[in-house]
């Protein structure tokens, strides 16, 4: 019997069609003039992920942090940050949440999409991006990788580029890469199509839970611990011509980044809502570290690792693609 995992994301469509209802679903924000000093525009969209990476932008709508900006938020749920990028290159699309740092900085480098980051999401805990395999498979640890398909949410991305990292360091040879969607890898293991999948929470925890699946690499060994993975990502042009919006938006994600810092019941309170996780597994799932304010110095360990492994091809400088309001 097929698991099913049980996440609103799980019935988004293929990429294309994501694509195209964030095209013609998202647009016709209407721009206002806030009061001297407010923001440019106050209503403004935000391609969200069902990961755990995102609870600071659920919070900051539930207690209103948004709102004291003076801006009202819509979140538009996307499987993929790569989804969403046609959206926010036509401006259909504000900001992403839970966008992955590999790709928008590739995006920066090649030209093809000039991204900011106007706030870190999540930097790498323990078990909260681990390797799983089904409960009766011969694949014990790092070493019985090699070879094997393992399924990541995006090919050449922040999963393989963590963990190929992780492999290196314990002396182990790489598997081959899949890509299969979060929400679809409980489905893609059970059936034998791939030996392991490296998972994110709270689908991590969904699939111990259905397919009592378990864990043979923690994603956050060295010399990945600690590395920023995802934020709030938008474009130049669209600081360029919002800049009061951008600053604003800014203030109320990092005062909720400060709250789910500190407070594990206000993510887990959160998390069902935009998940369907269970409130039990909410209150037990593997966390990642929730920044309170954006680091160019960490970044900086992300962009190393992409040179490393040739993800990039060049340095970028991390305090340019951070942003920082006009003071």
Known sequence: MRVQLRFRSAKLAATATATAV???????????SGARGGPEKKTITVAGLPLADVAALH????RGLFEKEGLNVRVQPVQQSVQALPALAHGQVDVIGGANF???LQAREKGTLATRVLAEGARNAPHMMDVLVPADSKIKGPRDLKGKKVAVNIL???????????LGKAGAGLPEYRQVPFPQMGSVLERGQVDAVHAAEPFLTALKRELKARTVVDGNAAPTAGLPLSGYVTTDTFIDKYPKTAAAFQRAITAAQAVAAKDRGAVAKALPGYTKIKPAEAAAIGLPD????????????????????????????????LYQPAR
């Open 102 to 104: 590999v790709t928008f």
């Open 59 to 62: 919070i900051a709508i539930d």
């Open 156 to 166: 050449n991305n922040i999963q393989s580029l963590t963990l190929n990292a992780v």
């Open 290 to 321: 929730y920044p309170a304010t954006s680091s160019a110095a960490q970044l900086k360990r992300l962009i190393s690792l992409m040179r490393t492994q040739k993800l990039l091809t060049k340095d970028l400088d991390p305090a340019a693609v």
């Open 22 to 32: 964030l095209l013609a679903g998202c647009g016709g924000s209407e721009e206002e």
